[in-house]
């Protein structure tokens, strides 16, 4: 697959600089690509992180985290948690909304409140892939768009994280060196980090886990949480019920049918 828009995401010493309002993030392994997500922007530059090409059946949560443990250890996706066979987008909204959708596929249960996109400077969200070699590669050609290809020089392809900040004018013009994503009108600025990780997970397939819209109160830190591929889906389907459309279950074993959307 080859792309005149294709530009490689550089680690380290280099600034690279994107001015798009959609971006695919592509892995390169062995010539071959696996689609990692796509971000992009809404009119009122509301941010839109679509989640990538990978096997359906996932887990979307609402968690929180004691603000004094810190780094997040565990997130158990069975608090709050829905089951859903979409590949869904997280948008984090101007005015702080941030929620899971896809339109006509999906409700959008899964949301909360954070602070709003003009207050923040710095993490926003952030990505893990694990197993990446078994992500399915992306048959469709992207002639007309921009992509940040990810090549690792020595051509391990373990897990990695994908972290986005926002950045402000200052900051963003004394940087020598980084990722940076600009919305179309300049005003908001995106940096994303890079990093290989060992262990994210112990699992024998593909998983992806998002963590993000993260709101900071007096005692705890609370965010939106996803992760595929699950295991047990049906038996979560069961326990913790659906976001989809019309394969709704009510949790412990109780089936339903909402008449409109949440």
């Known amino acids: 697959m080859t ?21 695919y993030f592509l892995l390169n392994a062995n010539k071959s690509f696996k689609r990692l997500g796509k971000l ?51 948008t984090y909204h101007t005015d702080g909304r941030v929620h899971f959708s896809l339109d006509g596929k999906i409700y959008t249960q899964i949301r909360m409140q954070a602070p709003p996109l003009q207050n923040q400077n710095g993490h926003i969200f952030t990505c893990y892939y694990s197993n990446l070699l078994m992500y399915p590669n992306i048959t469709r050609r992207y002639p007309d768009a921009k992509i940040a290809g990810i090549l690792f020089d020595d051509l391990k392809y373990s897990d990695i994280e994908l972290s986005f900040h926002l950045c402000n004018a200052t900051d963003f013009n004394n ?12 005003n908001m600025i995106i940096k994303v980090d890079v990093e290989k990780k060992d262990n994210i997970s112990n699992a024998t397939k593909p998983v992806f886990i998002f963590v993000g819209g993260f709101n900071i109160e007096q005692t705890q830190i609370r965010f939106l949480s996803a992760m595929y591929s699950s295991s047990n889906y049906d038996e979560l389907l069961k326990l913790l019920g659906s976001v989809d459309i019309g394969k709704e279950l009510g949790g412990k074993g109780t089936y339903y049918i909402r008449k409109s959307r949440a």
Do not use: A, R
């Open 40 to 90: 992009f922007f809404l009119k009122d530059n509301s941010i839109c992180f679509s989640f990538p090409q990978i096997f359906p059946g996932g887990i979307l949560s609402e968690y929180s985290l004691n603000k004094t443990t810190g780094k997040i250890q565990k997130i158990d996706f069975k608090k709050q948690g829905k089951v859903t066979k979409e590949i869904v987008k997280f």
């Open 3 to 23: 792309n005149s828009n294709m530009y490689q995401l550089n680690t380290i010493f280099k600034k690279k600089i994107w001015k798009s309002k959609n971006l």
């Open 175 to 186: 940087s020598n060196n980084g990722n940076f994503i600009l919305s179309p009108d300049k």
